[in-house]
């Protein structure tokens, strides 16, 4: 209003004491702080800018003294400048932020765009944050919709350009907010004082303070200044309550739903700002909690696939969990924050609460089912094959996501006192990977263990071949294995069957085989025939190989005391001639298979050197895998004796020679006469002669077969490393002649004859008799002296002769035309001599 010709213009000051007990103007100035920082120390705090630069010599970087106060909502412009400067006209800033002026943030920078932290990210590239060039040496940070987390110290840095460190580099501001305030008039001399969202800070006690001013010449002065009575203000807290159910129970697979509600005194528009956390603990200071869900200000869901946030209403709010799983089972809290937009778009936080926690327990319906371990093939001797199967029975409660895994346990038979250990055979993950333990592991590898999954719910365990270590009882251990979220396997139930033993009594197998003989043979030429009955006992599925065995009497001279194999035949039933040396009766013998347990064998035109003792050696086998045979039990049965009731003559064998010492290279006529005692007609008898040698030099040696003539005339010689001849022929029906031409000194050692008599019976068959030896006779070979030095000494003498001859020969022929050449050089040089001295 204008008064006097003078206008006029109030201003006005409202002042407030705070509870907090910090009075001052509602606009008001913080302690400012500069540092002489890099490689100084900081300068003491009371210190004043201006002292400061008188201090820093050098580079010197301020922002505005005092303290900066901002409304919330309004634009924050903090100018920063560097003088004293070495390097470029164009330098770089740093601001740098933190809430306590200990630990500074990166805020931002005008040459390094990874400079400011993430949390300063958003808001940079909002533009909410920026740096504007003023100069050269100069830049403003300009901060719009200031908000109360902004309050704090603000610091300005330089990178260094000089040549040495000195000065400042950097600089701090502090800057504190108060809520939204407005100053407007509400008539001519009224004015109104206005704190939209004010918070507890704001309350105490307000007064107004009026300064009238007039202008004069140009210029204001004040000429009156007036204070109204204080107003005290009281802000009453939002109140902001939030539950949720304390206890909650679900099934696994099963929906979670949890309802989170809001009560409040707010009746303007506020909004939610809602998270649901998730903790192992009903602590919900601890830092082990996690967000699971939140809703923003702008009803914007934040959440991972499975979980969903919705709202019935804007006091009550829903989390959703789909499919849980024991991993959901927990503490769940919900915090709810209350925001009231203000002025330029901002919003305020007016009130936050956080709900107490509502336990969660997931339970599960497990897998109800009896496991059953039955035995298929139980052994009844070694080597048979076991087979246990496992068989899941009665389930309940199963669902489409759970599969079953087996286990195979061993535990021996032991005493009830002593400790029972449990051996693992295999184990069966809910991959489906089988791992053997330590017990099966090579017999698994070998293929004697065989575990196999027959059906989803069916398992087998089969032994190829049941040792006696393999006796004990056997268990199963079926698991279920529940599918997780994210495809994994977890085991949820074992169930154990109830064992099987598998157990036989080890008896000593027995094996018993008895000969019998059809009818006696008491002539040579007739059938020899023997039948031998096998019994067995403690051998499974037995299969028999037979041999005939023959064991010639005491009085036999070639075979003393000795068996000899005949005919075999093994399990499979092939038959196989042993020693059967006589190849005029190949077809003579016969062993064939009656029944499963009895044998025969038959000898066709028995003969006289037939007889002895024969019995059958039988072998029980048990079949094992692939056509394998394990050898079980051998038994001996009793002999069957062959023996001819005969008169037959006696037939003796003698050699004699009249030349027993000859001279080398000497004719040697050795005689085998045979002598029968008894009437038997020529006619009837043939013999086999056969000539053997015991040689001086091969006494440990067996006797050397020279040569040999059959019944039917035909003469074999045996091989000889020496160069006399041998002949053998019969001289009359009872003497056969050998002869030894060229003897030399290897002929020399005792000779005896062999003599086999063959008698024809009167059946017309030929009956072979007893071999008889003759005594040896020994045979000298003696050397001719005479005849042995003849030769050596002829061809000594022509040798003699020939070389004296060869001598004489020599040395005429060196002696002559060694002295024919020095005479010619003697004369050829004295002619040399005479031409010079005529010169």
Known sequence: MARNGFSKVDSFEFMRSGRSGLPGLLLQRLVFRSSCEAVFPPRPAYLSSPVVAALCRGRVVRVPAGTLVRVVGTELVIPCNVSDYDGPSEQNFDWSFSSSGSSFVELASTWEASFPAQLYQERLLRGEILLRRTGNDAVELHIKNVQPSDQGHYKCSTPSTDATVQGNYEDTVQRYHSGDVRLDTA????????????????????????????????????????????????????????????????????????????????????????????????????????????????????????????????????????????????????????????????????????????????????????????????????????????????????????????????????????????????VMDGDWTLRYGERGKQRARDGEFIFSKAHKDTFNFRIQRTTEEDRGSYYCVVSAWTKQRNNSWVKSKDVVSKPVSVFWASEDSVLVVKARQQKPVFAAGNTFEMTCKVSSKNIKSPRYSVLITAEKPVGDFSSPN??????????????????????????????????????????????????????????????????????????????????????????????????????????????????????????????????????????????????????????????RDWKSNLSLERVSGLEFLLQVHGSEDQDFGNYYCAVTPWVKSPTGSWQKEAEILSKPIFVTVKMDVLNAFKYPLLIGVALSTVIGLLSCLIGYCSSHWCCRKEVQETRRERRRLMSMEMD
């Open 562 to 719: 000795e068996t000899k194999p005949i005919i075999s035949l093994d399990q499979e039933a092939i038959v196989k001639l042993e020693n059967w040396t006589d190849a005029s009766r190949v077809d003579g013998v016969v062993l064939e298979k009656v029944r499963e347990d009895e044998f025969r064998y038959r000898m066709y035109q028995t003969q006289v050197s037939d007889a002895g003792l024969y019995r059958c050696m039988v072998t029980a086998w048990s079949p094992v895998r692939d056509s394998l045979w394990r050898e079980a039990a051998t038994s001996l049965s009793n002999p069957i004796e062959i023996d001819f009731q005969t008169s037959g003559p006696i037939f003796n064998a003698s050699v004699h020679s009249d030349t027993p010492s000859v001279v080398r290279g000497d004719l040697i006529k050795l005689v085998c006469n045979i002598t029968v005692e008894g009437a038997l007609d020529p006619d009837n008898m043939a013999f086999d002669v056969t000539w053997f040698a015991v040689h001086s030099f091969g006494l440990d040696k067996a006797p050397a077969l020279l040569s040999s003539l059959d019944r039917k005339g035909i003469v074999t010689t045996g091989q």
């Open 187 to 426: 008539g001519s001399d009224a004015y109104r004082l206005s704190v939209a969202h004010a918070l507890s800070s704001d309350q105490g006690a307000y007064r107004c303070v009026v300064s009238e001013w007039i202008a004069e010449q140009g210029y204001w002065q004040e000429i009156q200044e007036k204070a109204v009575e204080a107003a005290t203000v009281v802000i009453q807290p939002t109140v902001l309550r939030v539950t949720v159910a304390r206890n909650v129970s679900v099934a696994e697979g099963k929906e979670l739903d949890l309802s989170c509600n809001i009560t409040t005194d707010r009746v303007d528009d506020v909004r939610p700002e809602l998270m649901w956390l998730f903790s192992g603990t009903p602590d919900s200071t601890l830092p082990t909690r996690h967000v699971l869900a939140r809703l923003d200000r702008d009803s914007l869901v934040h959440s991972s696939p499975h979980i969903a946030v919705s709202h019935v209403d804007a006091r009550s709010y829903h989390l959703l969990v789909r499919d849980v799983s024991k991993e959901n089972s927990g503490y769940y809290f919900c915090h709810v924050a209350l925001w009231t937009p203000g002025h330029n778009r901002s919003w305020h936080k007016v009130a936050e609460a956080m709900s107490a926690p509502a336990s969660v327990g997931v339970t599960w319906l497990e897998p109800d089912y009896q496991v059953h371990l039955n035995a298929s093939k139980v052994p009844g001797f070694s080597d048979d094959p076991t087979e246990l199967g496992c068989q899941v029975m009665d389930l309940k409660n199963l669902e489409a996501s759970v599969r079953f895994t087996v286990s195979w346990y061993y535990t021996a038979n032991r005493r009830s006192d002593s400790v029972v250990a449990h051996e693992l055979l295999a």
